[in-house]
Structures are given as structure tokens and as C-alpha cells.
């Protein structure tokens, strides 16, 4: 047996079942592999960075890692921006980079690169099987470190593919997230019981356990409770425990946050603006609030809120569901009737993997009372992401409806994701918010104070010349599409979208 037969076998013995691919030349003995190990399944995407973003939504859906197979060092590079994005939500990711062999390494080859430095940055486990025999037992490991809760990196040297291994290695343990002390919970505890305290939750903490368990504490303590604003997944609709988004504009979050003299934080960090801007704090909490983390993100956030509610003594509140929004009648589609009509009809149990960027603090509002449904978040800022975590989702959670809101622009990153959703026959219903411009530059573009409203300025956020054409696209690549510009045609191809099987595309296109 060979290396990379070696490889695959131990993924899946560690419990990989997917793994998402655009190999190269050094990585043929995987992908040969492949035939041997069908218990790994292999996906093909056109574009590294849809294997990264389809193997980040795979895992946040199915709860165990997926795989991506990339072709050494500018591969990497090509995956690098929804890895990262895998990276700040600590998704567990096995990342298998190709390299050349040992001895040609050296010599100076056109692909040739530093790929430890260049996967460092966005892994929290690097590692370089120096042979055959390494192969496994390092694929072992690099699993049970992304089990553990994050993106792992081996990299395999093509030698270490094609020359004889002592065969797969067995399941390595996994190393439990340490629990919090109990000085951490009291000192949880009297905070949030002396004065008006909040508490923010992020990572795990936003599936239903963690949800639960916040809504005990907030019935204890009067606490309100708040989430990341770019949380991994959030369990919500219906009768669900609710949190409250923390708002992404500045001056909102601190609005939000204003008074409080406690701040609990949870699976998180203590809360700072996405970017800065002049004459604004960095910092979102008010200078006088006092903020505690309860349990970082290496921790065991969803247990140390459940052991904060024990001691709390507070019980589950009983959540009656929202109404839902209204279906409108008719009307140009714009920020009130395009949410409106994806939370009137957002199908029970949906997953929904936000990118719509300028539109998605609506759409977010209007589908509160929806049924039950699973919210995907953009965690790293990254765009490209959309699409093909959507793909990955399908495929991790089959069965399930996904609804994929995409902004225009940030789809043009990683438009190939559609071909692997035809490709795999996933049932994705993609929305694109067509208003022709990387509109959220232009309100950044005043927010950060740049002068100047020139044509050269206006050219570098306008992509409406020429103007894109997705449902053309999207047939291209076999996925049905349509294009409408009012509610009773995004009604329409929404519902029929939802009703049949397979990938659907609808170019939404803005007033």
C-alpha cells in the first residue's frame, strides 16, 4: 500500500467522509487512491477557494471534518481566503497540500514555495509528512487536532504518495476542549447579579444547547443576550431560545451595548468593530463595563454556560414562535419587499448561508419568525464564500433545503461553485441580490471618510458595465435560473425553487 492509499484509509477510519478537490500533479496518487477508498467520497470544484468554503459550510452542517485536496503552495493561496474564514470560526477542516518530492524540492521548480509559511497563518496545525511511513500516522493526527476544533494542514511531498507505507494508521483520541474553573463561573455569576449585565455569545454557544442554557441565565439575572455578529451557526426560529444579533455598523453595536455594567463573554472575544474609522472606538463595549470571559473559544463554551445556569438556578422561559412577515402583494424588489418575501416563505428547517452583505441585516429581521432553520454566517469577512458553503452544506445535511443569499459581487469570486452544485445534483436554492455595484464599498467609502464622489472613484465599485448576466451563467453550468425585478416574480420562482429537487438559481434584480 502506498502512501496516499494510506492517507485515505486513515481519514476514513478517523471518520472523513468527503473530501473536496482540485488537484494538481503531486497529488495523483491521491486522486488514483481514490478508486480504492471509496468510502471517501471525492468532490470536484473548478476553484480552491469553492473546496474551502464547500469543506467550512460541510463541517459546520455535519459536525465532523471534511477534507480538501490542494495543489501545493499557490493552491493554498487560491483556498487561502475561505480558509481563513474556516480559521476564525475554528471549523474543523483536514487540509492535504501537495508538495514536490524531497529531492526535487530543493531545486528551484517554477510551483516551488515556502508552504509552511503560506498555510501557518490560516491553521492551527501545520505539519510536513517527511515520508510514506509518516503519511498516516500525521493524517490521524491532523484529524483528531481539527476534531478538536480547527483547520489542519498536512502537507504531502508527491514521494510520500507514491512510495511504500506500513499501511493506515488507527483513530487518534480527541483532545477534549478544557472545562472552565469554578472561579471563572462565580466570577460569571456576581457579575451578571450586580447591575445590568448581558451576556455575548459566540461559536458554539449559538446551537440550541448553548441557547437554552443563555436563556436560563437571562431568566436568573434579567441579563439580555447577545451574539457575534458573524457566528459560525445559529440555531434560531420558531419557538427557540432567542439572542440578539450584535449589530455590525459601530454606532449601532455601541448603542447596543450602552449602560451595561457587565459583560460576559462566551465562545467569543470581548466585542471590537470590524474595521476602524475616524473618530470612533475600536472597543464596543462602554469604557465603564466591566467585561468577564466566562470560557474563550478553546474552551468549553456550551458547558460552562450550562454550569453558569446550574449555579444561576434559572429555568428555560417558555418561547412563543414570532408571527411571520407578511407576504407582499406586489412592488419592485427592494430592501423591505426581498427579505420580506424570503422570511414569508422561508421553508421549515432550511439551512440559510448569508452573503447578501448590504441586504443581510434585513433578510436576517425578516425571517425571526420563521419556522425552525439553521443561520450559516460569514465568520472571517472574507467574500467568496457564499456559493460554495451552500454546497458544502447540501452535502453535509442532506435532506435539507438550502437557501443561499448571495450579493452579486461577492458571487463573481467564486461563481464555479454552481458547476459542483449541478455537478452533485445539490438542492440549493441560490438568490442573488442583483443591484450592480459592490455596494457595500460605496457605504464604507463614506463611512471612513474618503472624499471625493469622482467617476475613477465611483469605477472601482460600479460592476454594472457590462452587466452581468447570472441566470446565463448559471445555465452554463446546469443549473435552472431565472431573473425577476418584483415580489410576485421572486414569489414565484422562490416557491418553485423550494418545491423541486436540485440546484436553482434566481437573479433578483434591485430597483
Not at 459546520?60 to 481563513?84: K, Q, S
Not at 498555510?119 to 515520508?131: G, Y
Not at 459566540?202 to 436563556?215: D, I, K, Q, S, Y
Not at 423550494?498 to 433578483?508: D, F, N, R, V
Amino acid at each position: 500500500m502506498n502512501g496516499a492509499e494510506s492517507v485515505l484509509r486513515t481519514l476514513a477510519q478517523s471518520g472523513v467522509e468527503v473530501c473536496f478537490a482540485n488537484p494538481g500533479t503531486s497529488e495523483m496518487h491521491l486522486v488514483a487512491a481514490m478508486d480504492r477508498v471509496p468510502s471517501v467520497r471525492g468532490v470536484l470544484t473548478l476553484f480552491e477557494g469553492v473546496a474551502s468554503a464547500a469543506a467550512d459550510g460541510y463541517a459546520r452542517m455535519a459536525e465532523i471534518p471534511a477534507a480538501t485536496m490542494l495543489h501545493l503552495g499557490p493552491g493554498f493561496g487560491n483556498a487561502f481566503a475561505n480558509v481563513h474564514n474556516a480559521y476564525k470560526g475554528r471549523t474543523p477542516m483536514v487540509n492535504l497540500v501537495g508538495d514536490h518530492a524531497v529531492a526535487h524540492k530543493p531545486l528551484g521548480a517554477p510551483l516551488a514555495s515556502d508552504i509552511e509559511g503560506i498555510v501557518r497563518p490560516a491553521s492551527h496545525w501545520v505539519r510536513t509528512a517527511p515520508d510514506a511511513r509518516s503519511a498516516a500516522p500525521l493524517t490521524a493526527e491532523a484529524v483528531a487536532a481539527a476534531r478538536g476544533g480547527g483547520v489542519a494542514t498536512l502537507i504531502l511531498p508527491a514521494d510520500a504518495g507514491w512510495d511504500e507505507s506500513l499501511g493506515p494508521a488507527a483513530p487518534r483520541p480527541v483532545e477534549a476542549r478544557p472545562p472552565v474553573t469554578e472561579g471563572a463561573i462565580d466570577a460569571a455569576a456576581r457579575a451578571l447579579k450586580s447591575g445590568r449585565g448581558a451576556l455575548l455569545l459566540g461559536g458554539p454557544t449559538t446551537r440550541e444547547p448553548g441557547l437554552r442554557a443563555a436563556a436560563r441565565i437571562a431568566a436568573a439575572t434579567g441579563a439580555e443576550v447577545f451574539h457575534d455578529t458573524f457566528t459560525p451557526r445559529l440555531e434560531r426560529g420558531g419557538s427557540r431560545p432567542r439572542a440578539r444579533l450584535l449589530p455590525y455598523i459601530i454606532e449601532l453595536a455601541l448603542e447596543a451595548l450602552r449602560g451595561l455594567d457587565h459583560l460576559v463573554v462566551v465562545g467569543s472575544q470581548p466585542p471590537v468593530g470590524f474595521f476602524a474609522y475616524p473618530g470612533l472606538p475600536s472597543r464596543l463595549a462602554d469604557p465603564g463595563t466591566q467585561i468577564t470571559v466566562l470560557a474563550g473559544p478553546e474552551e468549553d463554551s456550551v458547558g460552562a454556560l450550562e454550569a453558569l445556569a446550574d449555579v444561576l438556578g434559572g429555568t428555560v422561559p417558555e418561547v412563543a414562535p414570532l408571527e411571520r412577515v407578511a407576504l407582499p402583494a406586489s412592488g419592485a424588489l427592494d430592501l423591505q419587499t426581498l427579505p420580506a418575501v424570503i422570511g414569508a416563505l422561508l421553508p421549515d428547517d432550511a439551512i440559510v448561508v448569508d452573503e447578501a452583505i448590504t441586504a443581510s441585516v434585513f433578510i436576517q429581521e425578516a425571517t425571526r419568525g420563521a419556522g425552525e432553520h439553521d443561520y450559516l454566517y460569514l465568520t472571517g469577512g472574507a467574500i467568496g464564500w457564499g456559493l460554495p458553503a451552500a454546497a458544502g452544506a447540501a452535502v453535509g445535511a442532506p435532506g435539507r433545503p438550502v437557501v443561499c443569499l448571495e450579493a452579486d459581487g461577492s458571487a463573481m469570486y467564486t461563481i464555479q461553485a454552481l458547476w459542483t452544485m449541478a455537478r452533485e445534483g445539490l438542492d440549493v436554492t441560490t438568490i442573488i441580490v442583483a443591484n450592480r455595484s459592490y455596494a457595500i464599498l460605496e457605504f464604507e467609502f463614506q463611512r471612513v471618510g474618503a472624499s471625493g464622489d469622482g467617476a475613477a472613484a465611483h469605477a472601482l465599485m460600479d460592476i454594472g458595465r457590462p452587466e452581468l448576466d447570472f441566470t446565463a451563467m448559471a445555465r452554463s453550468m446546469g443549473v435552472p435560473a431565472r431573473r425577476v425585478d418584483d415580489v410576485p416574480g421572486l414569489a414565484s420562482a422562490f416557491r418553485e425553487a423550494i418545491a423541486e429537487p436540485g440546484p436553482h438559481l434566481i437573479e433578483a434584480v434591485m430597483a
